[in-house]
């Protein structure tokens, strides 16, 4: 099946330094997602993206969509304490007739630790 | 709106026992998925279901895994027997739409799950 590799598996860094990440895979896929968890919580959605190429900005994050669309990015500027936690990538394709069968894979995480 | 709703928040339970997950979706949403979250696997599409229809069930690990929505509000994820490696995390999560509308899935806290 589909499988995402998401880097790096952990990141410990002070408060107020950028943060990148990033999800790559050697299948394409249509939307590429960008989720945080806190802990003992659901994911939340923070950036979606659509198109080849999509730079879209929320807030502090930034996220990309590959030209190759195997490949995506997120960014976070000048870190706080509660942005602790783990990013999830997802990717998202759709199959069988006319598209209508849609199947979401994640990456394993990156678990962010803010030290503040 | 209360979000989407899991009970129980966790669950311990003994090999061989079945166990009973339920989730209660946003009321209007039409889609509603599960996963699994372990540490190996990370984040994992079970089952998802459109106006309480399975759609996709490839990614449910074993026939000891069954699925049910019997109407909009209610959704049951049953094992039967359980075993240790079913331990984990298990959410519920609805969405409006899926695929290549611009809709978000909002997760439930999730169920843990142990298996002795």
């Known amino acids: 099946g589909q499988q995402l590799n998401q880097s790096p598996q952990s990141m410990f860094i002070q408060e107020g330094e950028d943060v990148s990440m990033n999800c790559t895979s050697s299948?394409?896929?249509?939307?590429w997602l960008w989720y945080k968890q806190d802990p003992g919580e659901g994911p939340v959605l923070l950036i979606a993206?659509?198109?080849?190429?999509e730079l879209t900005s929320n807030g502090r994050l930034t996220a990309q969509f590959g030209i190759t669309r195997k490949d995506s990015f997120l960014n976070i500027s000048a870190s706080i304490p509660s942005d602790v936690g783990i990013y999830f990538c997802?990717?998202?394709?759709?199959?069988?007739?006319?598209?209508?069968?849609?199947?979401?894979?994640f990456g394993k995480g990156t678990l962010l630790t803010v030290n503040p | 709106d209360a979000g989407v709703i899991q009970s129980p928040r966790h669950e311990v339970t003994e090999m061989g026992q079945e166990v009973t997950l339920r989730c209660k979706p946003i009321?209007?949403?039409?889609?509603l998925f599960w996963y699994r979250q372990t540490m190996m696997r990370g984040l994992e599409l079970l089952i998802y279901?459109?106006?309480?229809?399975?759609?996709?069930d490839s990614g449910m690990p074993e026939d000891r895994f069954s699925a049910k929505m019997p109407n909009a509000s209610f959704s049951t994820l049953k094992i039967q027997p359980s075993e240790p490696r079913d331990s984990a995390v298990y959410f519920c999560?609805?969405?409006?739409?899926?695929?290549?509308?611009?809709?978000?899935?909002?997760f439930g806290p999730g169920t843990r799950l142990l298996v002795l």
């Open positions: 993206l659509y198109k080849a190429g």
């Open positions: 997802a990717g998202q394709t759709a199959s069988g007739s006319g598209g209508s069968n849609y199947k979401l894979t």
């Open positions: 299948s394409i896929f249509n939307t």
């Open positions: 279901f459109n106006n309480n229809v399975p759609i996709d």
């Open positions: 009321s209007g949403h039409d889609y």
């Open positions: 999560a609805s969405s409006l739409m899926f695929g290549a509308t611009r809709e978000t899935q909002y």
